[in-house]
């Protein structure tokens, strides 16, 4: 389904979905192209590479789930593709999908930025988009401003949208530090590899887009604006914030890794210091018990002690007053 | 064997094989030469070094599977060396051949771009080549496109043919990592070397091939049209989404060897731990039992509790109560 | 509240607050506005917005406590963030924030470089611009070097408030790393991951500060002179020399956890020679009194020996020498 | 002692190796020095800095064993110096030597290229460079190319003599890690580190050799002729191939080592889980044997079965059951 | 202490130590000013600044100790930061001063070098300084050749003088992993850090010194002649050499701490081993004898063997022949 607003010259704002729009604009007029496909967009792809001449190449593009942002410079127009992280819980109903066996899902957008028309491409609903939609409609100024001014509105959202799911990562990531180091659990440990998972993902897809976003802060292109530039800047800085924010996370989740095979390590130690802390007292009592219950008619030196008190109470103080030395000698060597 | 493909300035395309045809084509003519090694095509390489005027170090290169993608600009042509990975289980009989300690197997295309003519050289079918051949011969007007356009459709499929079988790494490598979370194996470990090795080759191979494929897509070269370069960038874009996923797996791989490591640790301390259960239990039944079992006739101050019952249910409540006092005690210090 | 700093070409220095004087100064004038926000400066920044006509991003940017260092040029000023560390006791009812999951706290100066006026933003109160702005007004030869000379002035302070910070962690460090080698303890490795969680956050911070600075510090700007870019090159110098402190830190932290690590290691390896020293000595002890406590009427061959003193030493030598000799075999194997 | 190639402009070559000729070769002439040193060589490469007006500092570099490969651009000449790798077992009389703690020997090969001269020194015999010479004096049209061209044989000579060494250390590093997955031993843990060390001096001499080899492939220097520069781009691309080895090997060094410390975990695991079920047996046994070995009088309740044949069946029994019950529970438990 | 050195044009060289002499030389002259600073040489440093107009930074970097080299251009002369490492045990009286927590110590010499002037600043004595100041003073042709020359002399002799230590570090290494191999000791660990140490101090004390020698070779600069450069280039070479060294022994480093902690862990597996065989052998034997020390009447089915010598012998050959069995199944499981 194409969605088309348009401003002419004169500063009036028609917003149609008509399939005959789906073409470059009259001199003077901008004009912004919006198709919002449902997996059956062939024809609909195909009259925008007949109308706009584009490349086949890029058309190619846009019928696949790409996985990889990217700026392509065509003769008249550029051609981008832009990518977000939504967080696990989105409803699979919006055009979020999954990808890889992170649990993250991604939104793509792919776009035709020429001198007086964007066409944006989006499989499923782009929220996104949909803000600033509304807004291009409640507020034509922006529309004058120039379409690259609207693609970086859309851009813009796009990126701060992976803010607060790298800060959920963030917050997950001290707090399974945390536990980690006073009371680790084997859950812990896939949970520390899911948010590798999602770390490794957030840096395949942000990495690459923040060289596409340099490229358009870069003055000097035809279909950018002086004006807009200094805008596409703008969200360059919020993704290299991101990927610094990614490398840190990265940096800080060998702690967690550490924390827990440490404590495995530890614990491996406290169960070993009790075996022997056992063994260090039931072995001699075991001896003494065992070297008073010979079939010895008599010991020698000392016949007539045998059903005497005497011996008892020396056997009686060996089985108390063992465990008690070896305690204190355990703790003399500071193992317990 | 040489298999010659001509198109005249009128259209016509002629597919012949004789050895004459090894040569440069006609003025107007565009001819795609294709040699099909068989270890004994000495012959065959110096007549094209004699023919095309080949320098001598790119024809010693055709002689040998090389391992390493390239392009070499010479005064008139450009010779270009492009690798392709195929499954383990690609039957030897193909081009293929096995690299390495690896079990993947590997295409090897070498080829000369001239103005007017492409010259490819290989040992044994390629698959991608073939088919391209095919598309060739049933329609004209690829070839139309110039012979750098016939090499971009060959040096295409080889680059998409690594996709499936990087995928089939992912999965494995996923598939590896919850294997070993839940009950690691010894052959885990072996697979997840395997799988190194893999990545280590497929990074080796496809690294080169992206500086290769930029190198084609920048404009400029007379041997290489502006409109090809486009196709170009296309094919060093998915070498650029190899070369990522292949980062992304060898990040993920590190979990799944920890995973492993952390697998063993913990077994440790799960016997660990049972045979501190059993010793915290039968060490001290042994000591009682063995109390009891001593030689003396009498012990002093309960000399007439021997023979009674009072003694002997303190007993066996010892036998009994020990055990559930320890095991009480280990819950308590959570140790089961 | 605005408080602004006038220096008129006579030389004669002006210390005001009113809001009007937040504005360009006159010709020949160097005006310094400090603006010190309280959470509720919105009209202010405003105001600044429509007097210097500053960009929107660059207001906004003023906003928010930013976490990212940066320089950006405008059409006729440099809009500048700058950060600095202060040490986790510092009071937070300073111009200091916590960032992230370290304890260290966060200065952040935003700053409008012209070339006749600096405006400097912050929340709170900055004890290093506190200290500029006393050492001007008390010597107005400072602002007549010109208003980037004053900015290097309180950068200068802001980044040399790094160094103690950083050395505290160095100390920590080696202290660390020396207890864990000697008596290593479970708040050792606490204390470890707190110094890995400042390192990360310092070099987040401090590593694109450089590249700030080394913009500064490049002749050409037209808002620094180059007898200023001496200075700022001087700042840079800092800033290296504390990144490479950072990443030397880095590296010798991987010693402290090294030595955790192999501490707890060996610490199993004690407590098991512990246990297997007990068990060599009381395992053989128990077969020797068990050998004597056989219910046999009379050990076949020797039967008259039974009762009679010369077993009874056997066995008593037995009972001491097992375990001397076993001792003596420790020793020798060298576990003990 | 010299010795010395002379091609005349009429293509008549002399070969001498009187101490004269160590001098510039007259006009047209193309001339080879090569001096062999044998530790007392001072006085020849004296003479050569005088006739060649070499630079002190570059005969200083040709009197020490140097180990690092570089190029050297001075006025009217190049020097260079050439290292190559030969394999443990080569014979100390030749010009080999040993280098660091590693068994691997070096060959090292000084030489000055001017545009009608080529001045090669080193220590002992040089095997790549025998060779060349004997071509050069069986075919002079390989000097009529040019002195570069000379050294360009020679060179290449010494570079492709490292790749049966690399390919060693593959083969063996292989067999390593499978020999450890399968019985890991203390000697295969020094072969890795051997291998290691190795690696880390290849990675050190070829490494920089790459950079030296660019710099003559990259055309413009008077030096090298166009021609020749082909040539160099050749070996310069083997030492691309040779410095990719060697990573790719460093990477699969790391699966070896994992794989050593893994099984030495797993043994660990596996001599534990057999004490373990030692104890699980032996433990209750000795228990139920020290039950009925007591000394009452009589067991009440059951005073009349003391003596009965059915208690002693109840003891058998357990001391029957019991193992196979702990036998099936480790069955059960997946331990055994 | 000021000591000066003046070469006038007729080649007469005149030694003084005026503190008027520390200024500019006459034109025509070339003039060496040596500062040895005793930790009061504020007055001193304050006189070059006015006689020379030094930049108040840079007799600032002057006062303290700085630990990072550097090189800084001002108008007409060159500031220098030239650092070297003496070894752990050099006197303290000397010029060479403890840094970190790292046993080496450090010499710090800084220069400015003019058009024909040098001027050398540092605190102690300096043996590198001090070995040029008389080879200059026996052979007035060194300082003939430039100021640059003499700086040259003296750098090189600093940068020469890491050489031996880092050989000693190698060296120590190689040591330590033989002995870690062969019998690990707790105090080899401390070793490997304290090495560590040194290898993270000596680079980030000798990479940056590397970048200031690149600037000094790279021809152009007006206070370094063409002919000094080659000499300059020489010392680069030398630091990079040094560089490599220092990264090719981080990576041996990990071999050495791998050996410690894999033998930590043998030995770990050592010590099992024993208990195990330990267990194997008494546990079995503690339940024979308990077996027939328990206090049945008569063994049902066996009365008469009671007091026979074959039940004797059944259990001396069990007592005998358990420990053999269990012998011959370690072995035969190969854990002994």
Known sequence: MFRVIDLSPDGKLQVRDH???AAPPAEGVLRWVDLQGDGQEGQSLERLREE??????????????????KLEEY???LFLVTQSFAPPDTPTTSGAARVGSCDLRLYELHAFLGKDYLVTVHTGELPALEQVRERVIGNPSLLERG???????IASRLVEANFPILDAITDELEEVEDRVLSAPDRRDLSRIFELKRRLVLMRKVLSPQRDTMVMLARRGDPRVSERSSLYFRDVHD???????SI??????LGNALDAYLSAVSNRTNEIMKYLTL????????AFIVGFFGQNFDNLPGLPHWMGSDALMHVMVGLCVGTPIAMYLWFRLRRWI
Do not use: K, T
């Not at 706009?52 to 942002?69: K, S, Y």
């Not at 919020?238 to 610094?244: A, F, T």
């Not at 490398?247 to 800080?252: I, P, T, V």
């Open 247 to 252: 490398e840190a996370n990265r940096d800080l």
């Open 52 to 69: 706009f001449a584009f490349h086949p190449l890029a058309i190619e593009d846009c019928r696949v789930f790409d996985q990889r942002p």
């Open 19 to 21: 399939v005959e729009d």
């Open 278 to 285: 056992l063994s260090a007292v039931f072995l001699p009592l």
């Open 75 to 77: 003769r008249d127009h």
């Open 238 to 244: 919020s993704l290299v914030r991101l990927n610094e």
């Open 147 to 153: 379409v690259d001014f609207v693609y970086y509105l």
